[in-house]
């Protein structure tokens, strides 16, 4: 990394040290301007006197002094970025400072100066110091219009202080690509006006006609502080246009410098879905997990290396990690050893199919807290092979679950989905058998049991996005199963917040639900990932539709019909009210089902129907009683 940022603090010290000799120049040439105007330009008559001599005498202690007071006031830090009102207001203060010390110095070493110098000096220095500053500043503006010829032309979304920040680094950067040749902005006033000499052209209304009229090859989103359904609103302003998307980061990243204006990044869809993010209370998070033995099941996948990450920062008494897939748990590892060295982290492989392995871990670390995320979730692989689901779905997670009873665990949190909802599928309804195990265990043992769902995660392996990136990468075509699906969507982090804070809330039992706002159409989710990309849909990048897979269903949905709604502190995480059911018999039930030969599939799925009393078949579609209770 400091090899990478060498040749940029090379050029920055040269500039540093040509200003300062530039200073040194000037400095020296008010002092003698100041005089020589004194005297009406009269140079003889000036040689008459002893001003000229002390001056000289003195010449070096001032420059020094100045010098250091335009250090102190930081002149030679914001000139390579911009010049500003800011900037001129400290060269007026170095100016005085200078132009004070000058009589000062001149006082105590006895040396003669006209009574008018001090106020001439100050304001020939002040105006060649900030002429030029503001003359570099035009150099540099005239160097990026010439170089701009020939490259992005660029519409700014964004009139505000982001705005001016992007556009100010767009005109100055010399590693920008962009001219920027139009503004949008919702705000009325402000049409007709100029920001840094472009014009405010109009609304969101008029970006495909502004788009056309000043030929723009790239949209730039300044609004940071935008939600993502505004996002949402403006990207689909942009659909009739054949530009690409691109956002800023953080305006308060931006305005300290942290980032850079080449790090202006492309609009990811991960920007444009779902409601804005869950506030958890990490206070109340920190309360069961700091100082405690945490362990995580499936912690090298997707929902369980954010777990680890999360309970990482909490700072645990030791972290353990069970996975059967090593290089999964490989990864997380190395990257919790790199960023938590101080961390007592255990990874164990293993699987929580085999109740001994569960046992053994569980007798020898003894977890106050488990995470149960080990699953298997991908519907279509688990309709073609049932008993893998309840094998590991339902008995990985009655191992554990019984393990946490016998060895003292105080929570027990299940990482369920929305799909033991009404399943329609082997993997849905392996899930609610999950569900079931959780509210049984709760029921007879110390531990609290608590079950937390949600939907979609975004970005997680086998999910929707990373496949339709895949297929927009290979030129498509881009497959959606039916145009009608719709799907609710939550990014990890998130999800896992979630789940720490129904942690928190944890008194046994429950099974906490997000609100997880508006569902998204998987159909124009496609599309705008495709725009996204630069392409046209169904122009650029074709989208089959390939029907309803095995296990699918158009709408997925939260709650059961009956379980109702209890809010909780936080107003988007809402708790089901348990559906009861006998425990002895169900747990019966769960030893029949283990019974069931591997060759009897239709026995299987016969017994998954009898225990999920929700269980239907897979028509792809919702009951609409059901779907009305899904509103979250």
Known sequence: MKEIKRPHSAQKTLRVTCLVLADLILINLSAFLALYIRFEFDLGQLRATAFLHDMLVYAGINSVCTI????????????????????????????LLSSVTYMVGMFMLQLAMPRSFPVMYMLILCLLCGSLRFAYRGVRRTRAGLRSRGEKRTMLIGGGQAGAIALREFQTSPRSENKVVCIIDDAPEKYGSYLRGVKIVGGRDVIPAMAEKYRVDEIVLAIPSASRQEKLQILNCCHDTSCTLRTLPGICQLANGEVRIEQIREVDIEDLLGRETVKVDLHEVAAYITGKTVLVTGGGGSIGSELCRQAAAQRPRRLVIFDIYENNAYDIQMELRRTHPELDLVVLIGSVRDRQRVMQVFDRYRPDVVCHAAAHKHVPLMESSPFEAVKNNVFGTYNVAQAADLYGTQRFILISTDKAVNPTNVMGASKRLCEMIVQMMNDRSATEYVAVRFGNVLGSAGSVIPLFRKQIKAGGPVTVTDKRVIRYFMTIPEAVQLIFQAGAYARGGEIFVLDMGEP?????????????????????????????????????ELLLSGEGMQKTKNDLIYIGH?????????????????????????????????????????????RPEAAGAAVV
Request: proline share 6%; aromatic share 10%.
């Open 68 to 95: 250091v007071i335009f250090r102190i006031l930081k002149l030679y830090n914001s000139l390579w970025e911009f010049a500003s009102v800011p900037e001129l207001l400290r060269i007026a203060m170095g100016c």
């Open 578 to 622: 348990e559906i009861a059911f006998d425990p002895a018999a169900f747990e019966e039930n769960l030893m029949l089902l283990r019974a069931i030969p591997e060759t009897d599939e239709s026995a299987l799925r016969a017994k998954l129907r009898e225990m999920v009393p929700t269980f239907h078949a897979s028509d792809g579609q919702t």
């Open 520 to 556: 998204v159409r998987i159909d124009d989710l496609a599309r705008n990932m495709i725009r996204l990309s630069g392409f046209e849909p169904d122009v650029d990048i074709p989208i089959e539709y390939t029907g309803l897979r095995p296990g699918e269903k158009l709408y997925e």
